[in-house]
Each structure stands twice: as structure tokens, then as C-alpha cells.
């Protein structure tokens, strides 16, 4: 198969290991031949096969891994061994670090999923969620889930919802959305911490 991107002698400001990749043929329908794309440390870190792509300023180093159909974007950042595939959409200040497995969802803002934590789409339903503004994520994710504000799910928790009404999941409730539009507010904390701080990545600051 012919190569989809090369990487570029264009290093990176602040990391200079870090170099540009560009497209050496249409790649998606936003990503046109030559056009130049975001970070890699090596070609380990974006597949030469399917659609995926890192773009804008987003940064793939170390082990981390973007393929399937996936895409890093804005100034998102993996890192670790993080493996972004399938569908998942990656953007913003999001941080990926470790072992993670991010399959499907947005993971946005200020996002930051680490340890080993797992985002899947629902087997039932097939949605997927959405982990924003400054949610930390190390537990698995699936299916209808809006995970906001400082939120923490922690290692070894487990959120799966089979079902099409949506999660919303805050520091100190829980808002459920069902498809007809009516609200039932859980007012017992999910699986958090409140003011617990995310863990920070092991980059300096961009």
C-alpha cells in the first residue's frame, strides 16, 4: 500500500524530536494531498492505513498510537502508550497518557484520560461518550455518557449505559437526560472525588 503521509523536516518549536507529517495523498475529506499535518516522534505513531490523522498542532509521541478511522486534533496531545482507533475524536488541550484505549467518543477541552482507562462505544446502542472541559478519566467509559466539569472517574470504576437516555455526569450530581426530553437529577456524587486534581502530563507546559 502506498504510504498516505511522510514525515516532514519541520520540527516541532518547543520539542525539537517532534517533527510534522504531511499527506502524500488524500487521506479524508479534509485532508488533501500535501497538505501538512499535526506531531509524531516516529511512524509508530500514526497508521499508514485507514483515515486516521493527527492534525493542526497535535502532538503523538512515545508509544502512543493513532489509527482505525481516529483523529488527534486542535492541541491535543497522547502520549504513553495511548492507542486512539476505531472512530474517537481527540481535540482541543485534551491529554492522553499511558496505558489507555480510546475507541470511540470525543475527548475534548481540557479532557484528561489516563492510567489505564478504556472509552468504548455502547455493544447495545452504539453511542459513545463525551469526556469534557476538565474531566479526568482513569476507570472505563461506555455508551451515552457526557462526562463535565472537574469530574473524576477513578481507577476501576465502571460506567455502562446500555440504554439511549444520556448521563450527565458533574463533580456532585448526576443528570439524566432520556430521549422525550425529561430530567431525573441524581443528587448522590458518582464515582469522583470532589477537588481532586488531574494528574499532570509528564511534558512541560506548552
Not at 467518543?105 to 484528561?112: L, Q, S, T
Not at 476538565?134 to 455502562?160: F, N, Q
Request: overall charge neutral.
Amino acid at each position: 500500500m502506498t504510504p498516505k503521509y511522510e514525515i516532514t523536516r519541520i520540527a516541532h518549536p518547543k520539542f525539537p524530536w517532534m517533527h510534522r507529517i504531511r499527506a502524500l495523498r488524500d487521506v479524508r475529506e479534509d485532508v488533501r494531498a500535501g497538505d501538512l499535518g499535526g506531531f509524531v516522534q516516529s511512524e509508530r505513531n500514526l497508521s499508514q492505513e485507514g483515515t486516521c490523522w493527527i492534525a493542526d498542532n497535535a502532538i503523538a509521541a512515545e508509544e502512543a498510537c493513532v489509527s482505525g478511522h481516529s483523529l488527534l486534533s486542535d492541541n491535543a496531545w497522547a502520549c504513553g502508550h495511548a492507542a486512539i482507533f476505531d472512530r474517537a475524536i481527540v481535540s482541543g488541550n485534551a491529554v492522553l497518557d499511558g496505558g489507555v484505549f480510546v475507541a470511540a467518543g470525543r475527548i475534548r477541552d481540557h479532557a484528561y484520560i489516563g492510567g489505564n482507562a478504556e472509552i468504548f462505544a455502547s455493544r447495545v446502542t452504539g453511542e459513545a461518550p463525551v469526556i469534557s472541559e476538565s474531566a479526568s478519566v482513569y476507570g472505563e467509559v461506555r455508551g451515552r455518557v457526557e462526562i463535565h466539569g472537574r469530574t473524576v472517574i477513578l481507577p476501576g470504576s465502571k460506567i455502562d449505559n446500555p440504554t439511549t437516555d444520556i448521563f450527565h455526569i458533574y463533580p456532585e450530581r448526576i443528570v439524566v437526560k432520556k430521549p422525550f426530553g425529561e430530567k431525573l437529577c441524581v443528587l448522590s456524587p458518582p464515582m469522583a472525588e470532589k477537588g481532586q486534581q488531574k494528574q499532570k502530563s509528564r511534558f512541560p507546559s506548552r
